[in-house]
């Protein structure tokens, strides 16, 4: 089994800094996704980002990047140019691939970002 | 497209009572999910289904009955609610040629009185 670890409850950081919250995993396989979801208080779940274990470069959507390190199993997510709508709970996630992913996701406990105007 | 709906988006129930989650699709996706969150917790699988006719348990089964007669619905069954169901319930679905990407319901946040 899988298991997801978010080590920071809640982060608080002022609008237009940079922030990174931490992901570590723990797995067996060696093909799988990761992923990087925000829920904001809408609790509607949003795909921020996400990464293919094979590949070795780090995947970037605008502001949101992430700093994958497979031997260290670590997931990492940085938001540059914090913005107030940035304010939400973030979760880390993680699919594997030997069941084509019908197996779902095994979501970490969620870090709560706060962006300070 | 309306993407994944899920009905009702509250409910409150008694100890004992019944009542079935809906959630439907019109993507055409062939894996579904249903995922509980507890607060301040993350989600956890409670079911899955491969396609119409087939479903699998997830993590956290105990409690819950689940069918997909239909590539579009998953319907999630709760029988003898009990406090430890109050939640809010996400479903989700995903094309397996897309695994990658799931799309989420609004949710149902279900509490046990």
């Known amino acids: 089994a899988q298991t997801v670890t978010q080590s920071q409850p809640e982060m608080s950081v002022q609008e237009a800094e940079t922030v990174t919250l931490s992901c570590t995993y723990d797995?067996?396989?060696?093909?799988?996704?990761l992923f990087w979801y925000k829920q904001p208080p809408s609790r509607q779940m949003i795909l921020v980002i996400r990464?293919?274990?094979?590949?070795?470069q780090n995947a970037t959507e605008n502001r949101f990047s992430v700093n994958f390190q497979k031997a260290a199993k670590s997931f990492s997510l940085k938001i540059s140019d914090s913005q107030l709508g940035d304010t939400a709970m973030y979760f880390c996630?993680?699919?594997?691939?030997?069941?084509?992913?019908?197996?779902?996701?095994?979501f970490g406990k969620g870090t709560h970002l706060i962006i300070q105007p | 497209n309306a993407g994944v709906t899920q009905t009702p988006k509250f409910r409150i129930l008694k100890i004992g009572q019944s009542m079935t989650l809906q959630c439907t699709q019109d993507?055409?996706?062939?894996?579904m999910y249903w995922y509980r969150q507890d607060p301040g917790m993350g989600l956890k699988l409670i079911y899955y289904?491969?396609?119409?006719?087939?479903?699998d348990k997830g993590e956290v089964p105990n409690g819950y009955n689940v069918s997909r007669s239909t590539t579009e619905d998953f319907p999630l069954r709760l029988e003898l609610a009990a406090p430890s169901q109050t939640s809010v319930y996400f479903c989700?679905?995903?094309?397996?040629?897309?695994?990658?990407?799931?799309?989420f319901g609004p949710g149902t946040r279900l509490t046990v009185l």
């Open positions: 989700a679905s995903t094309l397996q040629s897309s695994y990658n990407e799931q799309f």
């Open positions: 289904s491969v396609g119409a006719g087939i479903t």
């Open positions: 993507m055409n996706h062939n894996y």
């Open positions: 797995t067996s396989e060696s093909n799988y996704y």
């Open positions: 996630a993680f699919m594997k691939l030997s069941g084509g992913g019908a197996d779902g996701l095994t």
């Open positions: 990464q293919e274990a094979y590949k070795q």
